[in-house]
């Protein structure tokens, strides 16, 4: 992994393509964002840095600590998240500035990185000192703690295997899987979802297939120009995988690829406060899935919090 010196280098310049990180009024988190989502880790960080350099806020600081974190540089988002917890303003910023430390706290810990402290509000650091003020000092930036090779402490957590006991919780949910409610449920029973939810059908989409989007018939050009919602049908046809394993990718999916980690969103993205995902590996990404959601979930093995009427969303595969 590159040390933290690496990056000191011109953080009030131009990029090739025109940015300016020494802008105080540039839109730097946004830019940020979509450096990042090119693969471009370097300028990335500096957009974070001038973020929090121009806007000097604890929302800043752990944005950038979470770029810190993503890149193995632990100490360096150790130090940096606890000199934004002194900057919090409202409930909201400290519940973010929370989320974001506890993720911090799981990823050093699975990752083996040596946690100074768990307490984000005392006066214990990693001793390198937050990277914000740091960064434009040349020469000042040693090299922080290097973690692994692969870069898998990102926003959130990679959870270890489970105890051999929550296997007996799945093989229970397994075995009513597909169960219907009582008959004199209210709700609507969906046979294609994992877990039944009490809330009426939603309004019917329309359903376009793959010839049709291919095809230039003009009637599906809304469809294809993405101006209104619909289902697209006929994508998954001639997939092995639903013939070969329907009933059984629980178990198989995660077999292949045990080491693979995904983008898994606990708490989707209807939470305007808990948007980060969580970097999990496959295996614990699909129990966590087949886990019903509620108050009692932590007591089945789910390894996230329950947050009361925000819901499950899916997995998002980031590779093998």
Not at 139 to 158: C, F, K, Q, R, T
Not at 261 to 285: C, E, G, I, K, Q
């Amino acid at each position: 992994p590159a040390s933290a010196s690496d990056y000191e280098v011109d953080v009030d310049g131009i990029a090739a393509d025109g940015y300016d990180f020494g802008d105080p009024a540039g839109p730097h988190t946004k830019q940020a964002i979509a450096y990042d989502s090119m693969g471009q880790t370097e300028l990335s960080l500096r957009a974070f840095l001038a973020a929090a350099r121009f806007n000097q806020g604890s929302e800043s600081k752990a944005n950038l600590a979470v770029c810190l974190m993503r890149m193995q540089k632990y100490f360096d988002a150790y130090d940096t998240m606890k000199a934004g917890f002194k900057l919090v303003r409202s409930d909201r910023e400290r519940e973010h500035l929370e989320e974001n430390w506890a993720a911090l706290m799981q990823s050093m810990e699975v990752m083996k990185v040596e946690i100074p402290s768990r307490d984000p509000h005392d006066q214990i650091y990693a001793g390198v000192g937050d990277y914000t003020t740091r960064a434009f000092a040349p020469g000042a930036l040693p090299e922080s703690d290097a973690g692994e090779s692969d870069d898998h402490g990102g926003a959130g957590v990679v959870p270890g295997e489970a105890a051999p006991a929550k296997k007996k919780r799945r093989k229970k949910k397994k075995s009513t899987e597909g169960a219907r409610p009582a008959t004199h449920s209210p709700w609507p029973y969906r046979e294609k979802l994992a877990h039944q939810r009490s809330v009426v059908l939603g309004e019917p989409m329309p359903r376009v297939s793959v010839e049709e989007m291919d095809g230039d018939d003009p009637q599906f050009a809304p469809y294809r120009q993405r101006l209104v919602p619909f289902i697209l049908t006929g994508g998954l046809e001639g997939w092995k995988a639903l013939e070969e394993w329907p009933e059984t990718w629980q178990t198989y999916l995660p077999s292949l690829f045990p080491n693979s980690v995904t983008d898994f969103y606990p708490y989707n993205m209807l939470s305007n406060n808990r948007h980060s995902p969580y970097l999990t590996r496959l295996p614990r990404a699909v129990r966590e899935l087949l886990i019903e959601p509620g108050p009692r979930q932590q007591a089945y093995g789910s390894k996230v919090r329950f947050v009361c009427g925000v819901v499950w969303c899916g997995v998002v595969w980031c590779g093998v």
